[in-house]
Every structure is written in structure tokens, then in C-alpha cells.
């Protein structure tokens, strides 16, 4: 489909996809953050949660940490290449960040796994609930991005729409940063 | 029906009734003013064969003096709403005076229970009176209500008295009133608890003493506690 | 003197620029990304949604007038039915009447148009938008009908009683209710960075800031407003999806939840949410008397400003919802100051509307009269709203009639004659005729005057102490008394469904008509007027698309021959 006009355009200076993807962090840094402020309020409330906080595993925690981290970087050096006009290289470094993403997801299944099986539910108690609740919600946003980045990258290596490069980079940042705040606060925090 | 508004039956009714009153004299005054305006406005300026319309900036201060001195005017008279406001919230919710008597009220789908602490006036002793939609208390007499819920939220409201408060489960809310004069009034639950909500009328019977000491002294055998 | 605009042309845009030129059925009507198209899709289904609201409505009044006597189309109304019924027009009239119709479908329409561009920035999230949206209006319309029936826990859905299904006795109901909500909030995001973008993006050359007609302005701040206010509901819905599906207890005090924030949450947002559907209704009431009465408008700049303020102020003051809630009494202080001062910009708001009509040459079309009444009819909503805010009277008059009389003299004008409103001034540039005045008007007063019969007896009964969400007052004996009341708001509101047929008349000789609508009928300054009625694909010719060169309101300008002055004429 041919761009309209109107996508062309830019009275405000800023290209149209990168003000679309501050709106949509946006919204959805108010999703997250009105999820993490419930769960902070709780937590306050709660200091018997502390013993719930202690199982969980910080050394896997730090681990997925360090790996979206790296994914993050990679996302970086894919969009100093889409710069460059080289969609193939952007294209390869888009899927470094896809295996991290895949990583990330992978880890947190052992998680998971070794948690739930020692009876540790959605129901336990309320640190068990907004655990899943909050990661689980992360996780979905960590397979959306892999999936739009697969895309993307699709395009990429064909010279086609790289600037949507810098665009799904600027979105696998902000999960990244959604991490950086649930990472102290479920396992950190104890 | 507007006679509902004379049926005071608590020492606060009145002062929630005055406050209506007041806001109703202030908003009134701008109602009529800006709708009289309105109309007043619609009419002489309606399209007329001999009359052009005018172009008007919005920066003429004699103009704009129309609005900007209404707009303060609106502001001042928020203040004595919000002092009148602040003051009836203050008696009625935030200061609790001395009670004379506590009760029990918990609210459950579909019905009111009310724990009231008979003739020896203390609560959760022997000589409790338990009962189901009805509540007895005593004319002039200072009243605490516990109020909490057993499954959802319901709020026990009685009308005459201009008394609501939310019953919340896992919480006990305390609230008070102190009736001024006898009689029988409805008991509203003010907050949809499912399918019985409309059928959660209770019943507030209002005693002179010696009714209220009669009524006591007949019920006061029940020992169980519900 | 001749307007610089485009002649109409068929097929702006040639054989091969867009790939449209033999749009088969299913592309042009189900598969469009034309922002026209997917317009109408939002109008169309709003206004089925507002009949089955409105159906709603005839039912459970009939109830409350007729306790216990069978509703003639209905039968027989069970209290659970009573409440599913209740819950479900609040939610369907709210969600799926007045958003989609007055941001979804006039936004998507009229922000390309009257910015002068050829589409939404983003065509294919526009679609994407509306299938979400659709498929929310057919997951609540299929919630009424599961076992167990519709959800009956009133629109505001609070725990425990939402949460679990042994209290509300329709937990499918219930779950699919939140569901849908929960993907028209998706829809409604989507659809608001694809209107924020444009406005920000895509105007014509020449638009500046103070350019732009207010009615964009509104809408976009109300999308703004809707996306910076649902994040925290979002997330509350998520607990309470999973507090009534796997049995976790966010919102359950036996295991450390709160039910007290599942109403933060819902406020929080709530409130929020009433600006962002009166926003966009002010703003066609704007832009129709500025239109009708030929004046530019009084403040201009200040209408913006006080939007703004409104928009900013209003995530401060939810929890006047909540005052005896089971709050700490002190927060009621704050937020009845909070309350009361929000009224503020809006009664400059309107005060700047009302002064606008001064020294105008007011024509009283039928857009005019809705865009009149709904000045003269907000203003009742909007006052009676202050004895809702202020903490000490609101002890009283909480979950009373009263609160449902404010109300819906706030939402009625807001979705019911905004909406009509807008209809009847656009509707010539949408679909290329013209609605019929005689009957508009019977509609208009129709509408209008029943209205006032259907609420001014419910605030009547709110003093008096009558309760909501009760199926049958007889069970009251002080109330019983006021049933004269509740058969007077019933009577009147069959009057006005009856109305209602009238509009739908009027709309259908007028879409059968083969009079062609002129390009500019109301002489008005907009961008949208100078494309032919309807606009064609691209709304412009490519090359040929609009420059600005002055602002929205240049009416009666003096010293020239014509008392309008389109946006895109050369000085």
C-alpha cells in the first residue's frame, strides 16, 4: 500500500513512526506503572511478604538482566548499521536481539518451571500474584517485540523500511527499562 | 415527597440539609444568570434582516470583563462551598463525639445484622440483642456504629438521618449518629451487592426510653452470639 | 469572489498511485483503511449500540414504573436481569455509544479533512483499530447471552462483588464484560496515537497551532487524555480478570487484597474518561455556533487553554466517587477542594461559548438548535454536579438519583446532542445530501423536551432519598409514595424512543435522495468544505491539496462581500 500524504509529512519536525512509538511508550509506561505502584503499595503494606520475596532467584534474575541487556545493545548496533543504509547487517543484529529475547523468554521458563513445581502459584499469596502477574505481562511484551522485530528484520535485510529499525530498537529499550524496575523490585527487594 | 427533606431525624440532618441549601443558592444565582444570558443572548442576536453579525476578537476589555469577572465571582463562591463543605464532612465524618451506646452492623447478601449491646450497654457480653433488618436504638442518645460486611460491599444508609457509609469486608468502619426524634424509618443498602440489593430494606425503629428499655429488657435473653 | 479549491474530480489520484481504482466491495467496505470509510463503520455501529442501550432502558424503566408487570418485548424483569440490564447500558452507552461516536467516528472523519490531509497517518492501524473495536461490540452484545446471563455488577464492576463469581452469580457474564472493555481500551489507544500523530504531523502548509479548528484540538487533547488515564485500569483489570478467572486475591481482603483499589484504579480513570468524551462534544458545539452565528469565537485561545486545564486538573479529583467509600475522611477534604476548583475552567469554558454568540447573526438550523441545547442543557449537568463534589452533602445525596439526574445531564447533552450535533452538520459532507430541516427539528424537540421529563423527576426522587440499582421500590415505604415520579420519567422516555423514529426516517430518504448536498451548505470556513460532498478517495487531488492562510473563524470579517473566509483562500 502506498503511504498517504499525511504519513509524508512532519510539521512537527519529528518523523511520523518515531512520535507513534513515544505514544505508545506512553501508554504504555502508564500500564506498567500504575501495575508496579499497586504492587509497591501492597509490598509497603505487607511486610510478611519479604518471606515470599526470598525464594525467588536472584542469580537467574541478574542472569536475564545481563541478557536484555546485551539484546538492548545489539538493537543499538542494528540501527547504527540501518543508519548506514546497511539493512543486511541491521537485519543480522535484529536477530541477535530475537535469540536474546528467545533467551530471556527461555530462562524464564526454567523459572518458572522450578518455581511452580515447588508450590509457588499465581495463587500462593499476593507477592506470587503480582510476581507472575507483573513478569507475565513483561513476557507478553518481550514475544511482541520479538515478533514485530522478526518483521522488521524480514524488511531490513531486503533494504526495505529501515527505519522502522531505529523504531522497534526504541521499543525493545523500553522493555528493557520495564526489566530494569521489575528486576529490583521482585528480586532484589527482599 | 419534597416533605422527605423536613423528615430530619438526626442531629447532623439539619446541617446536611443546609449545605444542600447553600450550594443550591449560589449555583442557583449562576444557573439563572448564565442560562437567562444564554437566552437573552440567542434572542437578540438571532438573524435578523437589518442586523450584521460582528467580528469580535475576544481581546476588547470592555468584552471580555463579561467573563473574566464571573469566572473570579464562580471562584469566590467555590470557597464558601468548599468551607461549608469542608465543616459538615468535619461533624459528621472526620469527629466522632462520645458515644453513648455502641452498635454492631454488618451487612451480608441480602440482609442487615445488627449486634446491639443491651441493657448493660456493652458490646459482646451475654445480654447482646442480635437481629435481622431491624435496628432499636434510643432517641436522643449518641450512637457509634462498627460497621463492616461479610462478603461484598454494601453501605448502610438511612435517609432520614442523612447518614451513608460503605460497609467494606476485612475492614470495621466507625461512624456515628444521635436520633432527635422517634419513629420509623427506611434502611437502604447503598451499594449493588448482586441479584438481592433491592431487598435489603431494613427497618430503624427509633424509641423513646422507656419503649427502647422495654424493648431491651424483653430481648435481652439471647446468649449466643449469631 | 471565487474559491481557490478543486474542482471535483472522480478519480483523484490516477491509476497507479494508491492501487484503488477498481476497489472491489469487500476492500471498499469491510477492508478499507479510507479514514471516511472506517468512520462510518464507528458511526454505524455506535448508533445500533445506542438503540440497544436505548432498549435497555425502555425496559428496565418499564420495570421500576410497572413493578412486576410483564415489559411488553421483554417480559417478565428478574432482578438479575434488572441488574444486567443497568450495567450493561451504562457500560454499552459509555464505551460503545459516546467514544466511538464522537471521537472514533467524527475524529476519524474530520481530522484528515479539516487539516487538509488525505488520510489518517497510519491507514492500516486505523482499520486494525476498528476490528478491535468491533469485535469488543460483539463480545458485550454476546455477554448478555451466556449462562448465568449478562454481568450484573453495575458499570463501575466493583470487588469482591465483580470478582468472584459465587457473589455476582454471572461470572462468564462478567469475565467477557471485562474483556471487551478491556479491547475497546486497546481500540481506543490505537485509534488515539494514530490521531495524535496526524495533528502533529500531517497538517496542511500554512496551518499553525491557532489554525487548527477547536474541534481537533478536543479531540486530540481527549485521546491524550484517555491514553495518560487507562494505563493504571489496564493493570486493574488484568488483577481482576485474574482475580474472577484463576482465583488469585488482588482484590480479596481474606488474602491481603484490597477492594477499595479496584476503585482507585477504576477512577483514577473514570474520571478522566468523562472529560474525554465531553471534550469532543464541546468541541462541534464550538465549531457549529462559530459556524451559525457567523462570529469568530470570543477566546479562541482560551477555550484551548481551559480544555487543557480541565484535561490536567481532572486526574486530581477521582476520588470524589469515593468520599464514603472507606477512605481515610481526611483525602474527602482534598478532594472536594480539587473538585470544586475543577469547575472553574469549565465554567470559563462555557461562560467563552455563551460570549461568542454576542453580536452574532444567529441562524437557527437544526445542527444550531442541538449545538444551542446543549449549552442550555450541560449547564443544568454541569451545576448540579457541585452538590456531588462538595464532601458534606454528597454524604447524602451518594448513590442517590440524584447522582443519576447529574449525570445524564452531563453525558445526554455530551453523546445524545453532541452526537446529533455533529450529524446533522457533517452529515451533507459525508453522504452528499441534506437531512431534511421540518423533520430535524420535530426530532430536536422531540428529543430534547421528553428529556427533561425523563430527569428533572429523578432528581426529585434522589433528594427525596431514593437509591440506585434497586429493582422495585415498593419494597421501601417511604418511597413507595414518589411512584408517580418514576411513571413520568418512563412515559416521557417512551415519548422521546418514539421521537427517535423521526431522525431514522429523515436519515433514510435523505441516504435514498438523489439531490446532490453543494459543496459548502453552511458557508462555513473549514478545510472539510472545500472537497466535494462526499469527499473522494484522498480527499483532495494530490496536487492540489489545501494550503492555510488564516484561522478556522474568520466570519464576518469587515469590509468584504461574504461574511466567510475558508481557511485555504489566498488573502
Not at chain 2, 419513629?183 to 447503598?190: E, F, H, L, N
Not at chain 3, 472522480?10 to 476492500?27: I, R
Request: hydrophobic letters at 50%.
Amino acid at each position: 500500500m502506498q503511504k498517504p500524504i499525511a504519513t509524508t509529512r512532519s510539521a512537527s519536525g519529528i518523523p511520523t513512526g518515531r512520535l507513534a512509538i513515544w505514544w505508545l511508550l506512553a501508554s504504555e509506561i502508564v500500564i506498567f506503572g500504575g501495575l508496579l505502584a499497586c504492587y509497591l503499595l501492597f509490598r509497603l503494606g505487607h511486610p510478611e511478604w519479604a518471606d515470599a520475596a526470598a525464594v525467588t532467584n536472584t542469580a537467574i534474575g541478574a542472569t536475564n538482566t545481563f541478557v536484555l541487556l546485551t539484546s538492548s545493545f545489539t538493537a543499538v548496533l542494528a540501527h547504527q548499521a540501518a543508519e548506514r543504509g546497511d539493512g543486511k547487517k541491521a537485519a543480522r543484529f535484529l536477530v541477535f536481539t530475537i535469540i536474546g529475547a528467545c533467551l530471556f523468554l527461555g530462562i524464564k521458563s526454567y523459572e518458572w518451571w522450578y518455581e511452580i513445581s515447588h508450590g509457588y502459584t499465581i495463587t500462593s499469596n499476593g507477592f506470587w500474584s503480582f510476581y507472575y502477574t507483573a513478569a507475565g505481562l513483561h513476557a507478553a511484551h518481550v514475544i511482541a517485540g520479538a515478533i514485530a522485530m522478526g518483521f522488521v528484520a524480514k524488511d531490513a535485510a531486503q533494504g526495505k523500511e529501515l527505519q522502522r529499525v531505529e523504531l522497534v530498537g526504541i521499543y525493545w529499550h523500553f522493555v528493557d527499562v520495564v526489566w530494569i524496575f521489575l528486576f529490583p523490585l521482585l528480586y532484589i527487594a527482599k | 415527597m419534597f416533605e422527605r427533606l423536613a423528615i430530619q431525624a438526626s442531629s447532623f440532618a439539619g446541617d446536611i440539609d443546609g449545605l444542600i441549601l447553600l450550594i443550591a443558592v449560589l449555583v442557583g444565582f449562576w444557573f439563572i444568570v448564565a442560562e437567562g444570558m444564554f437566552f437573552w443572548l440567542i434572542w437578540r442576536f438571532r438573524e435578523r434582516p437589518d442586523q450584521k453579525s460582528q467580528y469580535i476578537t475576544g481581546k476588547e476589555k470592555h468584552l471580555k470583563r463579561w467573563v473574566t469577572i464571573p469566572h473570579a465571582l464562580v471562584l469566590v463562591c467555590d470557597v464558601f462551598i468548599i468551607i461549608g463543605a469542608v465543616r459538615v464532612w468535619y461533624d459528621v465524618k472526620q469527629h466522632l463525639p462520645e458515644p453513648d451506646t455502641v452498635i454492631r452492623v454488618e451487612g451480608q447478601q441480602w440482609a442487615w445484622v445488627f449486634q446491639h449491646p443491651g441493657p448493660d450497654n456493652e458490646l459482646d457480653t451475654g445480654d447482646d440483642i442480635w437481629t435481622t433488618d431491624d435496628l432499636y436504638v434510643e432517641v436522643d442518645r449518641t450512637y457509634h456504629f462498627r460497621l463492616s460486611s461479610r462478603d461484598v460491599l454494601h453501605n448502610f444508609s438511612v435517609p432520614a438521618f442523612r447518614l451513608k457509609q460503605d460497609a467494606v469486608p476485612g475492614r470495621t468502619i466507625t461512624g456515628w449518629f444521635h436520633a432527635t426524634s422517634t419513629g420509623t424509618y427506611d434502611i437502604q443498602c447503598a451499594e449493588i451487592c448482586g441479584i438481592g440489593h433491592g431487598v435489603m430494606a431494613g427497618r430503624i425503629n427509633i424509641q423513646d426510653a422507656e419503649t427502647h428499655a422495654s424493648w431491651m429488657s424483653e430481648n435481652a435473653t439471647t446468649t449466643a452470639a449469631q | 469572489m471565487a474559491q481557490a479549491t478543486t474542482a471535483p474530480v472522480q478519480d483523484t489520484h490516477g491509476h497507479d498511485t494508491h492501487g484503488h481504482h477498481d476497489q472491489g466491495w469487500f476492500k471498499k467496505y469491510f477492508w478499507s483503511t479510507d479514514h471516511k470509510m472506517i468512520a462510518k463503520q464507528y458511526l454505524w455501529t455506535s448508533i445500533f449500540m445506542a438503540v440497544v442501550g436505548g432498549l435497555m432502558a425502555y425496559v428496565f424503566r418499564m420495570q421500576l414504573a410497572f413493578p412486576g408487570i410483564e415489559v411488553p418485548g421483554f417480559g417478565l424483569v428478574s432482578p438479575g436481569e434488572y441488574n444486567a440490564l443497568i450495567t450493561n447500558h451504562g457500560s454499552i452507552m459509555i464505551f460503545w455509544v459516546a467514544m466511538p461516536m464522537l471521537i472514533a467516528a467524527w475524529g476519524n472523519f474530520l481530522i484528515p479533512l479539516m487539516i487538509g490531509a488525505d488520510d489518517m497517518v497510519f491507514p492500516r492501524i486505523n482499520r486494525l483499530s476498528f476490528q478491535i473495536f468491533l469485535i469488543s461490540a460483539i463480545l458485550i452484545l454476546a455477554s448478555l447471552f451466556v449462562q448465568g446471563g449478562g454481568f450484573g455488577g453495575a458499570w463501575t464492576s466493583y470487588p469482591p462483588l465483580s470478582a468472584n463469581p459465587e457473589y455476582n452469580l454471572t461470572g462468564l457474564g462478567a469475565s467477557i464484560w471485562l474483556i471487551a472493555v478491556a479491547l475497546e481500551f486497546v481500540a481506543f489507544l490505537l485509534g488515539g496515537i494514530n490521531f495524535i500523530v496526524t495533528l502533529m504531523n500531517s497538517r496542511a502548509p500554512g496551518m499553525k497551532a491557532y489554525d487548527i479548528p477547536v474541534t481537533v484540538w478536543m479531540i486530540v487533547i481527549a485521546s491524550i487524555l484517555f491514553m495518560l488515564s487507562v494505563g493504571p485500569l489496564i493493570a486493574g483489570a488484568i488483577m481482576l480478570l485474574f482475580d474472577q478467572t484463576l482465583n488469585t486475591g488482588f482484590y480479596d481482603p481474606a488474602r491481603g487484597g484490597d477492594p477499595i483499589l479496584w476503585q482507585h484504579l477504576f477512577w483514577f480513570f473514570g474520571h478522566p474518561e468523562v472529560y474525554v468524551v465531553l471534550l469532543p462534544a464541546i468541541g462541534f458545539v464550538i465549531d457549529i455556533i462559530a459556524t451559525f452565528a457567523r462570529k469568530k469565537l470570543f477566546g479562541y485561545k482560551i477555550m484551548v487553554y481551559t480544555a487543557v486545564a480541565t484535561a490536567v486538573l481532572s486526574f486530581f479529583v477521582w476520588a470524589h466517587h469515593q468520599f464514603i467509600a472507606g477512605i481515610d475522611p481526611r483525602m474527602a477534604n482534598v478532594f472536594t477542594v480539587t473538585t470544586l476548583l475543577i469547575s472553574v475552567p469549565i465554567a470559563e469554558l462555557l461562560f467563552v461559548i455563551i460570549a461568542t454568540l454576542y453580536g452574532g447573526s444567529i441562524k437557527f438550523t437544526t445542527p444550531m438548535l442541538w449545538a444551542l441545547s446543549f449549552v442550555a442543557t450541560f449547564l443544568i449537568g454541569g451545576v448540579t454536579g457541585i452538590f456531588l463534589g462538595a464532601s458534606g452533602s454528597d454524604i447524602y445525596l451518594h448513590d442517590t438519583y440524584f447522582v443519576l439526574a447529574h449525570f445524564h445531564y452531563t453525558f445526554f447533552p455530551i453523546a445524545i446532542i453532541g452526537g446529533f450535533a455533529a450529524f446533522t452538520y457533517w452529515f451533507p459532507k459525508m453522504f452528499g445530501t441534506m437531512l431534511d430541516e421540518t423533520l430535524g427539528k420535530i426530532h430536536f424537540w422531540g428529543t430534547v423536551i421528553p428529556f427533561q421529563f425523563i430527569f428533572i423527576p429523578l432528581f426529585a426522587l434522589g433528594l427525596g432519598g431514593q437509591h440506585r440499582r434497586i429493582y422495585n421500590f415498593q419494597n421501601f415505604p417511604e418511597l413507595a409514595s414518589m411512584q408517580p415520579l418514576r411513571v413520568t420519567a418512563t412515559l416521557a422516555l417512551i415519548v422521546m424512543i418514539l421521537f427517535q423514529l423521526v431522525f431514522f426516517w429523515n436519515l433514510f430518504r435523505s441516504l435514498r435522495s438523489k439531490e446532490k448536498a453543494p459543496m459548502n451548505p453552511w458557508k462555513a470556513n473549514t478545510l472539510e468544505w472545500t472537497t466535494p460532498s462526499p469527499p473522494p478517495h484522498g480527499n483532495w487531488p494530490p496536487d492540489q491539496m489545501p494550503k492555510v492562510y488564516r484561522g478556522p473563524y474568520e466570519y464576518s470579517v469587515p469590509d468584504r462581500d461574504t461574511d466567510y473566509w475558508p481557511q485555504n483562500e489566498p488573502s
